[in-house]
């Protein structure tokens, strides 16, 4: 009889999943730690090591993992169950991490999420930072009413409660702002091949990330992400919706949100740039547009 999966949930603000352990390198030291320090990571990679394929995607502090293997070296094989992958795997996004980045209690059900970029935990209200670099979208448990405009909230593998400021997190879901809006905090910030965080962030990061701040889980994928949403009408496209780029004969392998600073206008984590920028549509860009697609459920 097959074995059920263990269930974990990322213990460190944000973890990176490999495509296999064997092709880390050693400049990605500090993202390996339990608690990985992702700011440091990025600082460290040249301008090449950004886009490294050994990187698929990064999970948020709390995230739910299906753990497939737990090998004696301290790597986990898992699946993030919160990033839809339909074509690597129907539960979710696979990949390995180290098994020190995971905790294996389940807490409270989460109730509010992170509304900053970044953000840090603390050891008591108005306290010192012991858990730097949580990022935008992070969903957190609270522990308690707030106390001095700050909020106690559960962390995985911890059993005291730590402490976020009351102006860094809000009831989930709750569409405060638009998506577009979101996705504009985010701009200037770097381009990670994987990334999901403000250190460093690829496009299909970029636009899972800016809508499951808003509680609309898409796939990971930008090609996933096509197949999830509606197409629309040549010229129907809207502030917020999606545009879609492939060349010819092949799958979608960019997206970006349509932007509202004019005709053609584009908001996206840029491969060539290295960063998130908005901009209107370059030429060669603009020769690979296939589609604009909306997301239809959610808040808009």
């Known amino acids: 009889m097959a074995t ?3 269930v974990g949930f990322v213990a460190t603000p944000v973890a990176t999943l490999w495509s296999d352990p064997a092709a880390v390198r050693p400049v990605d ?18 301008h090449d090591q950004r886009v490294g394929e050994c990187v698929v995607s990064q999970l948020l502090l709390g995230e739910r993992v299906l753990v497939d293997e737990l090998r004696p070296d301290g790597w986990a094989r898992v699946v993030a169950v919160e990033q839809p992958a339909a074509r690597l795997d129907p539960r979710g996004y696979p990949g390995w991490m180290p098994a020190a980045q995971l905790a294996f ?26 858990l730097p670099g949580v990022v935008l979208g992070t969903r957190l448990a609270p ?6 405009g700050f909020q106690p909230v559960h962390v995985p593998g911890l059993e005291r409660p730590l402490w976020a400021s009351g102006g860094a997190v809000a009831p989930w879901p709750s569409p405060a702002t638009g998506v577009l809006a979101l996705a504009r905090r985010l701009v200037d910030r770097v381009y990670v091949w994987g990334g999901m965080s403000g250190d460093g962030i690829d496009c299909s990061g970029l636009v899972h990330l800016a809508w499951r701040r808003l509680g609309v889980r898409l796939p990971r994928d930008a090609s996933d992400q096509a ?37 053609g206008h584009l908001l996206h984590a840029c491969y060539r740039q290295r960063l998130v920028v908005e901009e209107p549509m370059p030429a060669e860009r603009a020769a690979t547009l296939v589609a604009a697609h909306r997301v239809v459920s959610g808040p808009r």
């Open 29 to 46: 030291a500090p993202a390996l730690a339990p608690r990985a320090d992702i700011a440091a990571w990025v600082s460290r990679m040249d």
């Open 227 to 263: 197949d999830a949403t509606a197409p629309l009408p040549p010229g129907e496209e809207r502030p917020g919706d999606l545009y879609f780029f492939a060349r010819p004969g092949r799958p979608v392998h960019h997206v970006g949100f349509v932007s509202d600073r004019g005709p």
């Open 4 to 6: 059920e999966p263990a």
């Open 143 to 148: 522990a308690g009413p707030p106390v001095d």
């Open 105 to 130: 209690t389940a807490g409270p059900e989460p109730s509010l999420v992170v509304d900053a970029v970044t953000t840090g935990l603390r050891d008591r209200p108005g306290g010192r930072v012991v």
